[in-house]
């Protein structure tokens, strides 16, 4: 089983939509868990850190269930220029970061 | 300063030259990380140092080589690569080693082995 796992995609979606990524991992110790965002030939970026809690950044909403080892991004009214590849990521023992394979999003007009 | 420098941007090389790439940060973080990605593949780790010392090789053939030299600068010296080797070589850096610490991506060095 993959460390983290998420559906490729792609998601065609049009501006305004509502669009929901879900993400699952394998190590129940992991720790930090974050949303990337990587646009075409570009390094990824961080989008946002996911807490038990949730946490919202305006349009983005991220959700982690530690019972379930789940991790969730909703991006509300989407806008053309959210078109890219999510990447969900947890963190590792070493400091380093663990990617699921992305995935990609097409905002339509 | 926020930024990691990645030099250079882009890259050819035939199987037979030897190379580098070069990474540099001024944010005094204290570990840097080499990354390997693929076309429409997302980023698997090939390199940790921390406080200048490597502490996570992933297995990486010996043709790939890491150097720190010190705290604010990471190389990668590149010798005989085959052409699957080609990808985009990514160096980040963040603080204490801590995934949830500053973890900060350089842009990248686009190579391509011919």
């Known amino acids: 089983r993959k460390e983290v796992e998420q559906d490729p995609g792609p998601f065609n979606v049009p501006e305004g939509a509502t669009v929901a990524f879900n993400c699952t991992y394998s190590?129940?110790?992991?720790?930090?868990f974050f949303w990337y965002r990587q646009d075409c030939r570009k390094e990824p970026k961080l989008l946002m850190s996911?807490?038990?809690s949730g946490n919202e950044d305006g349009r983005f909403t991220a959700q982690l269930n530690r019972a379930s080892q789940y991790i969730s991004l909703l991006i509300r009214d989407s806008k053309l220029s959210d078109s890219a590849t999510y990447l969900c990521?947890?963190?590792?023992?070493?400091?380093?970061?663990?990617f699921g394979k992305g995935t990609k999003l097409s905002v339509k007009p | 300063d926020t930024e990691v420098t990645q030099t250079p941007k882009h890259l050819v090389m035939g199987m037979t030259n030897k190379k580098s790439l070069k990474c540099e940060q001024h944010?005094?973080?204290?570990?840097m990380y080499w990354y390997k990605q693929k076309a429409k593949k997302p980023p698997e780790l090939m390199f940790v140092?921390?406080?200048?010392?490597?502490?996570i090789n992933e297995s990486v053939p010996s043709r790939f080589s890491p150097e720190c030299p010190n705290s604010s600068l990471l190389n990668l010296h590149l010798h005989a690569l085959q052409p699957e080797d080609s990808a985009l070589y990514l160096c980040?850096?963040?603080?204490?080693?801590?995934?949830?610490?500053?973890?900060?991506f350089g842009s990248g060095t686009r190579l391509t082995v011919v």
């Open positions: 980040a850096s963040s603080q204490e080693g801590r995934a949830n610490y500053g973890y900060t």
């Open positions: 190590n129940s110790a992991s720790q930090s």
């Open positions: 996911v807490y038990s």
């Open positions: 990521v947890m963190g590792g023992s070493q400091g380093n970061l663990i």
């Open positions: 944010m005094g973080h204290r570990a």
């Open positions: 140092y921390s406080y200048e010392k490597l502490s």
